[in-house]
């Protein structure tokens, strides 16, 4: 039964996750085993903790992947190309991240507490980033001239509600049906912000 030289630490919390998001912070260590066709043992030689564990596969990376996007950006395109850009990337990280952090704090898991000033909260530094790449697109004249916060309020809004009501709701949608729903949203940011002069 044992194999833990062949199964990563990867793999592991790959299993780990996917039973985390199935049978929520209940689920056995035992089930994650058997899934991994491991010993009990092995998890606890390799994670410590049924909690370790949990963190390890469920808690997002403090890098929020997309940044380095936002913060390249914006360029010489047009703005309603380089959101629908940011609005896939922005999106994909939520639809993952979301259910993860909803079964740690059904388990009591205060991911807040995690960082070490309020300004380095993943949520916090989101709005801090995109806010910069409204500020840069609006000073290069790619968007007309508004606070660059109610820019970000909004087109970040609409992207975070949308993962949460398929959580919540245990709703899924398809991947065309969210595609399309990130143009709408972008169309409509967009269609708001455009420059004088040009079409929505």
């Not at 299993?15 to 912070?25: D, P």
């Not at 997309?66 to 999106?91: F, K, N």
């Amino acid at each position: 039964m044992a194999r833990p030289r062949n199964t990563t630490d990867a793999q592991i919390l790959e299993e780990a996750r996917a039973c985390f998001l199935e049978h929520g912070a209940g689920a056995s260590t035992t089930l994650i085993a058997e899934r991994l066709g491991i010993s009990h043992g092995v998890l606890f030689q390799r994670f410590g903790t049924k909690e370790q564990l949990l963190r390890a596969a469920l808690l997002p990376s403090p890098a929020q992947p997309w940044i380095a996007q936002v913060r390249a950006g914006p360029d010489e395109r047009d703005a309603r190309t380089q959101l629908l850009e940011l609005a896939e990337e922005i999106s994909t990280y939520l639809e993952r991240i979301v259910p993860a952090l909803a079964v740690l704090r059904s388990a009591g898991v205060q991911v807040e507490s995690l960082a070490e000033r309020r300004e380095e909260l993943p949520p916090v530094r989101a709005r801090r980033e995109v806010t910069a790449w409204f500020t840069r697109a609006i000073e290069r004249g790619l968007l007309r001239p508004v606070r660059p916060e109610h820019a970000t309020d909004l087109f970040l809004g609409a992207l975070q509600f949308r993962p949460f009501y398929q959580h919540l709701s245990g709703q899924g949608f398809d991947g065309p049906d969210n595609h399309a729903y990130r143009q709408f949203v972008v169309d409509t940011v967009y269609g708001t912000l455009a420059p004088t002069g040009e079409p929505p």
